[in-house]
């Protein structure tokens, strides 16, 4: 099945942008290919967007995905990193290497790094937004609801109910016609594996989760460290 050609309701059907829903002129990736890593998976996810949207959270992305490689690896120096991308975005804005730099502090030997709250959050609307619209409808609001943790800082309780099923084997059917109804059938809608609720789009690097549980509740995971939700009612 061709995941640009679904028998969608036409009520569902929208040339707007899905972030501003003024007149959309370009195709956004949901993820961002910041977030992923060459050579990118085949068919990825693309949603309506205006030039301005489209590249108005790219700066916030490109922060967000070296500061949780740095994170991860203990260091804001490029040459003791792993992903190619990340070292060239340092390489070539050694400005905001010295941002991200400058919020790492020391406990004794531990090392504490001050997230910059707001551009994470802009990030999380950004792709929760692009994910609820490709796998089922455009939201005309933002969520309610958004939190985000490392997947460490979670007890085991938190943990299980993230990664699990919101509604366990009872779960309702999605929208007819949507991506994430065809997902639920069984059916292909692309080249991703699909682990329970979890379309995994690169594996290690990002994977999320669109659920219909009353409302619209979207899940993701950034470099298997960054846990984010977005939900709306």
Known sequence: MDPRHLPIDERLKTDACVYCYGEANTRDHVPSKVLLDEPYPPQLPT???????????????????????????GTTEPRSLRRPKVKRILDEKPKLR????????????????????????????KLATGHAAYELFTQREPPGHVEFSPLIMLSEQQR???????????????????????????????EFAQ??????????????????TGGVLVRMVLSEYLACTASWE
Not at 101 to 122: F, H, I, K, Y
Not at 204 to 209: M, S
């Open 160 to 190: 299980g109910d993230f990664e699990g099923s919101p509604w366990g084997q009872f779960a309702p059917w999605p929208e007819v016609g949507s991506r994430a109804f065809v997902r639920t059938c069984g059916a292909k809608v692309d």
């Open 98 to 125: 010295d941002q991200i730099q400058a919020s790492m502090t020391r406990d004794g030997n531990a090392l504490m790094w001050n997230l910059e709250t707001r551009r994470v959050r802009n990030v999380i609307l």
């Open 47 to 73: 949603v309506d967007a205006c030039e301005k949207c489209n590249a108005g959270f790219s700066s916030d992305e490109q922060y967000l995905s070296c500061f949780i490689e740095c994170v991860l690896h």
């Open 195 to 212: 682990v329970g609720d979890w379309v995994v789009v690169q594996p290690g690097r990002y994977r999320y989760a669109v659920n219909e």
